[in-house]
């Protein structure tokens, strides 16, 4: 059984980092995203990464200061946030995909993890 499951968010103020966590099991895929929604918003992309070659993706409201990562033998991929703003402030999703092509689109993805909630106060 394929599980994804977030963890690391929380309540943090403007300027601050966190490290979100997706942990993996029941299989490996060939890469994986990071995804956000906000309150009445749609769904965002916000980073992807290949499993094999750790080739990166990134949204363009986060460049510079959120860095997707991998680590094989955790079979974990994590988002490192920083200068966080009250803008980013969303329920964070991991997603994986059978396909060894970086997407920005949620419709190349398979699998979806519950979520995190990353609120950043003013």
């Known amino acids: 059984q394929v599980q994804l499951v977030e963890s690391g968010g929380g309540l943090v103020q403007a300027g601050d980092s966190l490290r979100l966590s997706c942990a993996v099991s029941?299989?490996?895929?060939?890469?994986y995203a990071w995804f956000r929604q906000a309150p009445e918003k749609e769904r965002e992309f916000v980073a992807a990464i290949k499993w094999n070659g750790g080739y990166s993706l990134y949204g363009d409201s986060v460049k510079g200061r959120f860095t997707i990562s991998r680590d094989n033998t955790k079979n974990t991929v994590y988002l490192q946030v920083n200068s966080l703003k009250p803008e980013d402030t969303a329920v964070y999703y991991c997603?994986?995909?059978?396909?060894?092509?970086?997407?920005?689109?949620?419709?190349?993805?398979?699998?979806w993890g519950q979520g995190t909630q990353v609120t950043v106060s003013s």
């Open positions: 997603a994986a995909s059978t396909l060894n092509v970086l997407y920005s689109a949620r419709q190349f993805y398979d699998y």
């Open positions: 029941g299989r490996t895929f060939s890469s």
